[in-house]
Nanobody, 115 residues
Framework: QVQFVESGGGLVQPGGSLTLSCAAS????????VGWYRQAPGKQRELVAA???????NYLESVKGRFTISRDNAKNMVFLQMNSLKPEDTAVYYC?????????WGQGTQVTVSS
């Protein structure tokens, strides 16, 4: 069993930056690929970025070059550095394993990009 707790969201102006953090608990975390997902109002949840334990990453096309996913295996943490934020990045952001496990969704953290 793995649990994720997300933090770091907030209100930011277009062009701004935020760093999201995700604390994972559970002994299964280290072998797993993990990802950041987001869900905007009225839309389906989508994978934003994912990384393997060894650090290989892949990104949603619309965030390439702006977002960076990283993880600290020793601390069971996953991060999402978000730069050049756009209003369309507004969503609740979640972390989970990749592909996601339905029992591992946390509360998420709200990111709002608005002037």
């Amino acid at each position: 069993q793995v649990q994720f707790v997300e933090s770091g969201g907030g209100l930011v102006q277009p062009g701004g930056s935020l760093t999201l953090s995700c604390a994972a608990s559970g002994s299964m975390f280290r072998p797993l690929s993990v990802g950041w997902y987001r869900q905007a109002p009225g839309k389906q949840r989508e994978l934003v970025a994912a990384t393997t334990r060894g650090g290989l990453a892949n990104y949603l096309e619309s965030v390439k070059g702006r977002f960076t996913i990283s993880r600290d295996n020793a601390k069971n943490m996953v991060f999402l550095q978000m730069n050049s934020l756009k209003p369309e990045d507004t969503a609740v952001y979640y972390c989970n394993v990749a592909p996601p496990h339905p029992s591992y969704w946390g509360q998420g953290t709200q990111v709002t990009v608005s002037s």
